[in-house]
C-alpha cells in the first residue's frame, strides 16, 4: 500500500483546521500564524495566544497565556513549555487537542495571576514564649539556604505572586530547619501539590505508554500472520507475473505473425510458390514425362490458387491503403 503524501501547507491548513474544531471563539490574527483561543479560568478571563512558526507542523508551536499566570507548565518567559502535548510533539500531533488539553487544565485547576503587590514584613515578636516571625515569601525555593532574618522595625518590599505559597506558611524556626535538612527538604518538595500533579502526570504517560506496548505486543501475532500473507501473495504475484511475461511474448508473435501487412506479404509469397510450381507442371509435360489429362488438371489447378492469391493480396493491399490514409 502507498504512503499518502499531503503537501507542507495542506498539513498545516489541516492543523489550523483541527484548532478550530476542538475549541470555541477561535479568532484568527494573522491568517495561517498567529491565532488567540479566550476562555475562562477561576472567575478569570484569560487568552491562549498560538503562534504558528515557520517550519509548523515539523516544530511545535508557540502557546502563550495572557495575562500571565504562574503554573508549572509556564515557563519564566510566561511561555507554556512543558505542557504533556508539546513535550511530545510530533508532526502527527493534533493542534486542536493540545490547546484543548491545555485549557482544560487551567480551567481545572485555576492557575493564579501574576500581579506585582507590596508585603509589609513585621518585626518579630514573642507569642506564647516562642518568637515567630510574620510569613516571608520566597520565589524559588533555593532562596531558603540565603535565609537572613528582617533587621528594621518595618521594612516594604514588592514581590510577585509566590513559586512555592506552601513557605508562606512555615515560621522562622521551621524554614531554618526546612534549610538545614536535605531530606526534610525532599519530604517537603514531594508534598508540593504542583510536585504531585507533575508525578501524576508522568504517572499517566508511563501508563498510557505500557498500554500501547501491551497493545502492540498483542498484535504480534496477528502482524506476523500478515507478513506470511503478504510473503505469499508476493510469490503469487512473482509467478503470475512470469506467466503474463510468457503469455505477451505468445501474443506478440501471433500478432505479427496475422497482422494485415504480413498476411497481405504472405499471399504473395504463396502466389508466387503457386507459379513456380506450375512452370514445373508445363516443364513436365513438355518433356513427356507427364499426360495430356494430367497435365491439364494440375496446371489448372495451380494456376487458378495463383491467381486467387493474387487476386485476394491486391485487394487487401487496396483496403489496407484506403485505411491508412484514412488514420487508421
Not at 478571563?45 to 509556564?74: A, R
Not at 518567559?77 to 500531533?93: E, K, Q, R
Not at 493542534?95 to 481545572?108: D, K, P, S, Y
Amino acid at each position: 500500500m502507498l504512503p499518502r503524501l499531503f503537501k507542507a501547507d495542506d498539513i498545516r491548513k489541516h492543523q489550523i483546521n483541527t484548532l478550530k474544531i476542538f475549541n470555541e471563539n477561535v479568532t484568527e490574527v494573522i491568517e495561517s500564524e498567529e491565532y488567540d483561543v479566550p476562555f475562562s479560568s477561576g472567575g478569570n478571563n484569560l487568552c491562549l495566544k498560538i503562534s504558528l512558526v515557520k517550519e509548523f507542523p515539523s516544530e511545535k508551536p508557540l502557546l502563550k497565556v495572557v495575562p500571565s499566570v504562574i503554573h508549572h507548565w509556564i515557563s519564566g518567559d510566561g511561555d507554556i513549555t512543558t505542557a504533556p502535548g508539546l513535550l511530545n510533539w510530533t508532526v502527527h500531533s493534533d493542534l486542536g487537542r493540545v490547546v484543548q488539553a491545555i485549557i482544560r487544565e487551567f480551567q481545572r485547576n485555576p492557575p493564579p495571576l501574576v500581579i506585582s503587590h507590596s508585603i509589609n514584613m513585621s518585626p518579630t515578636s514573642p507569642i506564647n514564649g516562642e518568637i515567630r516571625a510574620s510569613p516571608v515569601n520566597y520565589q524559588t525555593f533555593t532562596n531558603i539556604k540565603n535565609f537572613s532574618p528582617p533587621s528594621h522595625a518595618t521594612q516594604s518590599t514588592s514581590f510577585q505572586s509566590l513559586a512555592i505559597p506552601d513557605l508562606s506558611t512555615l515560621n522562622l524556626e521551621e524554614l531554618k530547619f526546612l534549610s538545614e535538612n536535605p531530606d526534610r527538604q525532599d519530604e517537603f518538595i514531594d508534598e508540593l501539590p504542583l510536585i504531585k500533579e507533575q508525578n501524576k502526570a508522568l504517572d499517566d504517560i508511563i501508563q498510557q505508554v505500557e498500554e500501547m506496548a501491551e497493545g502492540n505486543l498483542s498484535r504480534e501475532d496477528k502482524l506476523q500472520e500478515l507478513q506470511k500473507c503478504v510473503g505469499t501473495t508476493i510469490e503469487e504475484l512473482a509467478k503470475l507475473a512470469f506467466e503474463n511475461e510468457r503469455l505477451h511474448t505468445i501474443y506478440q508473435q501471433l500478432y505479427d505473425k496475422y497482422a494485415p501487412r504480413n498476411i497481405q506479404g504472405q499471399l504473395k509469397i504463396e502466389a508466387e510458390k503457386a507459379d513456380k510450381e506450375s512452370e514445373k507442371i508445363a516443364e513436365s509435360f513438355l518433356g513427356g514425362e507427364t499426360d495430356v489429362d494430367k497435365f491439364v488438371n494440375d496446371f489448372i489447378r495451380i494456376k487458378t490458387l495463383s491467381q486467387s492469391r493474387k487476386t485476394k493480396e491486391e485487394k487487401l493491399g487496396q483496403q489496407l491503403d484506403r485505411l491508412e490514409k484514412a488514420g487508421f
